[in-house]
């Protein structure tokens, strides 16, 4: 039985690398023959070798039921599951210490394919210690975004922003909310991790849900213009900064009264909303350091998605059952997220 689980792992891992789900009975035989081969000590004769590797595959078959012919020599493995659990298995048996770094270093190489999110899962529970997999991992995600000098400072922005939460309950994740903040890319808003937010945090959540709701010039409607004045007045009661106050109470007084018919409100959003709604963004920006418009390319959106999605597989990873020692464990959730300036500095501290 050991021997088969080695043959099916490595099959699992050869064929997932080249993203085959579904092979030929002759490619399956030739792993076979070669795993066979590899096992005896004088080479069979071909032909041996032949039936010898045709009777294995039928045997698997039939007695595990990991194997099954889909169509006519055309075999997969019964559940993907199954073809995850050996190709993770496949790494956390690397026969030697060079085989096994080497293993690792082809997981992390996969790092921003989604396809292999379940073998960095398997394979982060199944080590003995996960440490060297966590910290290949933190480096790859790192490496990420290094070179490009504009995500830099958008990281860098962010952890400025987060510096300046009074006692959040980890640094990180006021990082986190104020990449997710900047929506860009859209989807980032799934990231958010700060799930209990102090006064500062707040306020900057809803001054970006202003932000986000007024600045819709299509809408004239009452309704509309009623929901950016209620969000105003509630936001001077929340706000403590002297100035900003003043700042916010002389945009609210510019819009139209209540009272006023609908033609003087559109007549007033014709003529005045475009340059009211910029007043607001660049006090905002001015008072909060928020809502910057980053302008990213669509090379830089893909790679901060890439570079979001890669740090919460690093984090399931963390959060999974696995065996991650304390000091690693707190140095990774420490450095999430920071720009390589930091994490340089870090490094000589």
Known sequence: MPQKLKLLSQIAAASFERGQYFFEQRVLEQYIGDYIRSLAAVPPEPE?????SEAALRAIEAQHGLLV???RGVFSFSYLAFQEYFTARNIVASYNLEAFEQALSGLVSHLTDPHWREIFLLTTAMLRSADSL????KQQIDALVAKDPY???????ASQKAQLVPSPPKVATGRAFYLALARTPH????????STLDQGMFLDAALDDLLLNCAIEQSQSFAHAYACSDALNNLLV??????FQKSLQQLKDQLPNATQNQ?????????HYTAWVEQLRSTIADYRNIHHQWRFSPEQQQTLQHYYDANQLLLDCLRSNSEVTAAVRQEIEATLLLPQKELEKREWE
């Open 69 to 71: 012919e889909r169509a």
């Open 187 to 194: 989807v980032a808003s799934q990231f958010v991790l700060a």
């Open 48 to 52: 041996a070798l032949q039936v010898e």
């Open 263 to 271: 033609h003087h409100w559109q007549l007033w959003w014709k003529t």
């Open 151 to 157: 995500l830099q400072e958008f990281l860098t922005w």
């Open 238 to 243: 929340i706000v403590l900064d002297a100035g």
């Open 134 to 137: 966590m910290q290949l991992m």
